[in-house]
C-alpha cells in the first residue's frame, strides 16, 4: 500500500530489529492518516532536497512507525513520536551526510511543514529525524542529538 508517491506502508513499518526479535509491528488503522501526513512531509523534503541538488534525491527511510514493543526494544523514549506514525528517521545520501541534510533543512522546517527536526548521531551511525509534530517548547524544535546529549540547532559531532 502506498503512502504517498514516493512512500509504502511497508517500508514505514519495517524494522530489522522487529524482525531479529519476532515483534510484530503493524499500524493500527486509526493511525494511517497519520502515517499519510507524515508521508507527505517526506515528499516535500525529497522535493526540496532534489530541487538544491538539482537531480532526484530518494529519502531512504530506516524507522518509521513502531509499535510499543518495538519503540520499547530499540530503547527509545516512551513519548516517541514514532509510536503515533508521526516521525521517521531517514538518510538521503544522493544530497550528502545526514549532518549536510539537516543544515541544509534546518532554515527550511516551517515552510516544509517539518515539527521538528532532529540529527541525530548517537556513535558512528547518523541519520536524520524529522516529525510532524511542533515540540511544545519552540528551542527544540531544530537540535541535534549526539553522544554528549542534546544540542540546539544542526552541529556536528
Request: glycine content about 8%; charged content about 20%.
Amino acid at each position: 500500500m502506498k503512502l504517498s508517491e514516493h512512500f509504502t506502508l511497508a517500508e514505514f513499518t519495517a524494522s530489522s530489529t522487529a524482525a531479529e526479535r519476532g515483534i510484530q509491528n503493524v499500524l493500527p488503522a486509526v493511525l494511517l492518516e497519520e502515517a499519510r501526513r507524515t508521508a507527505q512531509m517526506l515528499e516535500r523534503i525529497r522535493a526540496e532536497l532534489s530541487a538544491m541538488k538539482g537531480c532526484d534525491v530518494p529519502v531512504l527511510v530506516s524507522s518509521g512507525y513502531r509499535s510499543f514493543e518495538l519503540n520499547r526494544a530499540v530503547g527509545s523514549s516512551a513519548t516517541s513520536d514514532h509510536i503515533k506514525a508521526m516521525a521517521a528517521d531517514w538518510s538521503a545520501p544522493a544530497f550528502g551526510t545526514p549532518y549536510e541534510v539537516a543544515k541544509a533543512l534546518a532554515p527550511l522546517v516551517r515552510g516544509l511543514g517539518v515539527g521538528q527536526l532532529i540529527y541525530e548521531k548517537p556513535g558512528r551511525t547518523a541519520w536524520v529525524h524529522t516529525s510532524t509534530r511542533i515540540p511544545a517548547a519552540p528551542v527544540n524544535r531544530v537540535i541535534t542529538i549526539g553522544p554528549a546529549g542534546a544540542l540546539l540547532g544542526i552541529q556536528e559531532v
